[in-house]
């Protein structure tokens, strides 16, 4: 559940805000896809049709960076670590506390997600994700990269 969203748009001169409205709309309701994939253990992002669009949303030049794990990793590195933590902790999810958009007029943009993840009774792990997005040629939004601080290594 969300308790608040916001949006910052920075550029030299800004786009409409409509067009910030849509993007933020789009790139939160993809973000929130790939999360409750991962609450789900859909690691191969076809239970749903949000699930479905976000991952075909996932740039090939993707690469992720965690706090807590040596490396760049890319989706597939990602998605392996994600699995393996699954299978380590079955009950592990992301229970979202806060999302913000950062759109950027020249094709970029950034969804802030803060999130707790209940590991332990009355344990709760915190994290910071960060999913970048940028415009591609033909104004598809692309998943290019993550990076997380805090949580689990996963192993």
């Known amino acids: ?10 550029s ?3 786009p409409s805000s ?3 409205d849509n993007t933020t709309n789009e790139l939160k309701t993809l973000t929130l896809a790939s999360l409750g994939a991962f609450n789900t253990k859909d690691f191969t992002y076809t239970a749903t049709t949000a699930a479905r669009d976000f991952e075909s949303r996932i740039s090939p030049n993707f690469t992720a960076e965690l706090e807590r794990v040596d490396g760049v990793l890319s989706w597939a590195d990602l998605i392996d670590l994600w ?3 699954a299978d380590s902790m079955p009950d592990a999810r ?5 999302v913000d958009v950062d759109v950027f007029e020249y094709g970029r943009a950034s969804v802030f997600v803060e999130t707790r993840s209940p590991v332990k009774e009355r344990v709760r792990l915190g994290h910071m994700m960060v999913f970048k997005w940028v415009r ?20």
């Open 12 to 14: 030299h001169s800004s």
């Open 136 to 155: 591609d040629r033909e104004g598809v939004w692309r998943h290019c990269g993550f990076t997380s601080i805090g949580g689990s290594r996963g192993d």
């Open 94 to 98: 992301f229970e979202v506390e806060n």
């Open 18 to 20: 409509a067009e910030i």
């Open 83 to 85: 699995r393996r933590l």
């Open 1 to 10: 559940m969300t308790k608040s969203s916001s949006t910052t748009t920075t």
